[in-house]
């Protein structure tokens, strides 16, 4: 029997929670990590170890099975944008509902997830329960961080043995990345989103929103270069998507915000 679900990226809101989980005495936890198969470099081997870990405090790791991130955009032949970010509800919402479906038919397990108030406007007045999630197909929902600072999260990190990470999580090399984010982006994460790209056939990064560089090489020259000092080139060989026209599922009005289904960059 399930009881409690936590899905996660395991980035830090992640492991605060299943640490905070751990300390109330919770059983028959679930923790379902949110599989979108275009994980940055290295993000494997951490969720290698925090399956372990969640096993070693008696809890149950699961993941979601989705068509991934890369085969979504082939399919919509374009990427989702900080407007429109299908790509939520496609990789994690469904997936996620999916699974709960199969292993709790009865709707009697409460969701967890680590959503936190202060961390952006968006979410000021996210609320601390749910009776009925709609997200979570219609299950009792709880965020127990909702008012809670990043000091107060970042103290269950360091009980749980783990370091606070210094950015977002990297289950995903999100469209919402920042300078910050790209600046910890491999050689082999920069070579998938080219790779991409080129399968795609348009930029994964708006240019507008990266002082006019176009496609994943001039995007990692602008996140290496210091604020303001970046210069696009006059002319970009082979550039995709050199306007940042309307996509077809933007003028359907598809997509959506990011999700807070929970294991969206936490």
């Known amino acids: 029997m399930i009881r409690f ?40 081997e951490r969720v290698d170890r925090c399956e372990e870990w969640t096993r070693t405090l008696g809890f149950t790791p699961y993941r979601t099975t989705s068509i991934g991130f890369r085969q979504l955009a082939r399919d919509r032949k374009g ?43 968006d979410r000021s007045d996210f609320p601390e329960w749910l009776v009925k999630s709609m997200n979570h197909g219609g299950r009792v929902m709880l965020a127990p961080f909702a008012t809670w600072t990043a000091d107060q999260r970042n103290a269950l990190i360091v009980k749980a043995g783990f370091e606070v990470l210094p950015g977002r999580s990297r289950e995903c090399r999100c469209i919402n990345s920042n300078r910050k984010d790209m600046r910890r982006f491999t050689d082999n994460d920069w070579a998938a989103i080219k790779e991409a790209e080129a399968e795609v056939g348009r930029n994964m990064f708006r240019p507008h929103r990266h002082m006019g560089a176009s496609g994943a090489d001039e995007v990692r020259k602008w996140a290496l270069s210091e604020r303001g000092k970046y210069q696009a080139p006059t002319i970009v060989p082979n550039a995709v998507e050199l306007e940042d026209a309307p996509r077809e599922e933007e003028l359907t009005g598809a997509g959506g915000k990011c999700d807070t289904f929970g294991g969206c960059g936490t």
């Open 79 to 121: 990427f989702p944008t900080q407007q429109f970010q299908w790509c939520s509800l496609v990789l994690k919402i469904e997936p996620g509902q999916r699974w709960l479906a199969e292993h709790d038919p009865d709707c009697r397990a409460v969701c967890l997830v680590g959503v936190r108030r202060e961390e952006s406007q």
């Open 5 to 44: 679900v936590i899905f996660v990226s395991y980035g830090n809101d992640s492991v605060a929670l299943i640490q905070w989980a751990h300390e109330q005495q919770l059983e028959d936890v679930a923790v379902v990590f949110t599989d979108t198969q275009w994980m940055a470099d290295g993000w494997a």
